[in-house]
């Protein structure tokens, strides 16, 4: 089972420094996964899967998380408190990725997702050799998660107007990227 640990950012959470790891999840996940799947505050802003039962959950969690090839539980003392997924392409798209990510909103501001996002960017270009450029769409209205973007080297790209119907409503998107600094490529 894979283990990437990190110390926050040097904020201190109600138990001293929040020492944070990725980790596969697993059905006995289900509860922690419902605090940020009911959330409307999360799924506002993100396109999460929202739950409204826990058998929702631990179906999300069986069908489309655990066969997912890299979907992790971002854990603060291995609770999970959000997700961190890479989402591969295929076929003349493979050199792209695309990053997701959410947390419940009791961690937000605590800098929790630019470490987890961070941790991601440390290793997925080497675990993937073939991954050349690994992109993220943010609502344009989620300006925190611009933020996190940035702090982790990412780029801004673009703003695509209509991209995504989100919440019955049409919305625009801001395009991140983030290229592979290997030079065999």
């Known amino acids: 089972m894979e283990r990437n640990s990190s110390h926050s950012d040097g904020k201190e ?14 059905l006995s996940d289900v509860d922690d996964l419902m605090v940020w799947a009911t959330d409307d505050r999360v799924s506002r802003i993100c396109s999460v899967v929202t739950c409204t039962c826990r058998e929702e959950a631990v179906k999300y969690i069986k069908d489309c998380v ?3 090839p890299w979907y992790r539980a971002i854990c603060i003392k291995n609770r999970p408190v959000g997700f961190i997924k890479v989402t591969p392409n295929s076929g003349g798209d493979r050199c792209r990725a695309e990053l997701g990510y959410a947390l419940a909103t009791k961690y937000w501001g605590q800098g929790i997702a630019t470490k987890a996002v961070k941790m991601v960017v440390s290793s997925i270009f080497s675990e993937w050799s073939h991954l050349e450029r690994l992109e993220a769409l943010v609502l344009v209205e989620n300006p925190g998660s611009q933020r996190v973007l940035e702090k982790a080297g990412f780029q801004r790209e673009a703003v695509l107007k209509k991209h995504l119907t989100h919440r019955g409503r049409t919305r625009d998107l801001v395009m ?5 600094t290997d030079p065999k490529l």
């Open 13 to 26: 959470g109600k138990e001293g420094f929040l020492e944070i790891s990725l980790r596969p999840f697993d």
């Open 66 to 68: 655990i066969p997912h």
């Open 176 to 180: 991140y990227s983030l290229l592979s």
